[in-house]
């Protein structure tokens, strides 16, 4: 009886086997322009190229920015928040949603920025119209009222990398002291902020 028990189990096991497969062979990811695999949304083309570019130049951000032994590293912070938004907003890589600065020229209209002139942020929930002052040696002050504002919600702006992002960008843009352009990059330093905001020109 165990015998055929036996002669039943090895039956049964040896009509369960499958084939073992060979594994797939691995296929690099493609690699663009800069060293960004176009997969990678949170890359971005760091090196200096020349050009014509001022503080009105139109500038995406990359991301906080730190510097160790000369090389530049972005945070985790915005690269989650920008992942958050890809996800909930249908994975669309030709539009992906873009952190935006432009400064002006032109005085701004709200009461609280007699003087100062005039700049619109675009982050992943708010629309912000602001004003600033600046010098040619590189100062910067930026003011941002609460009437300038405007909250802009989407499938991801309830998300804790979203959530903690804004309230990070905002208080070191509200906290900015200095700028600095070399060649088609924008560093913006924050009062009591180690990291800079890094933006790059953004050429579309």
Avoid at 99 to 121: G, H, P, Y
């Amino acid at each position: 009886m165990r015998n055929l028990l036996y002669t039943i189990l090895i039956l049964l096991f040896s009509g369960c086997s499958t084939e073992i497969e060979d594994p797939e062979p691995f296929v690099p990811l493609p690699i663009g322009p800069g060293g960004c695999n176009p997969k990678d949304i949170c890359c971005f083309d760091l090196s200096e190229k020349s050009g014509v570019y001022d503080l009105f130049s139109s500038w995406e951000f990359a991301g906080f920015q730190t510097i160790s032994n000369g090389h530049e590293t972005l945070d985790n912070l915005t690269c989650l928040a920008r992942n958050a938004v890809f996800a909930l907003g249908g994975e669309d890589y030709d539009n992906l949603f873009k952190v935006t600065l432009q400064f002006s020229n032109e005085d701004s209209k709200i009461s609280a920025c007699e003087n100062w002139a005039a700049f619109n942020l675009r982050t992943f929930s708010n629309k912000i119209t602001g004003c600033y002052s600046s010098s040619e040696a590189g100062s910067l002050s930026m003011l941002t009222p609460e009437k300038g504002i405007e909250y802009i919600p989407n499938y991801a702006s309830t998300t804790l990398p979203v959530s903690v992002f804004e309230d990070d960008f905002l208080k070191a843009i509200q906290s900015v002291e200095s700028y600095e352009i070399k060649g088609n990059k924008l560093y913006l330093s924050s009062k009591g902020i180690r990291e800079k905001l890094l933006f790059i020109a953004n050429e579309n």
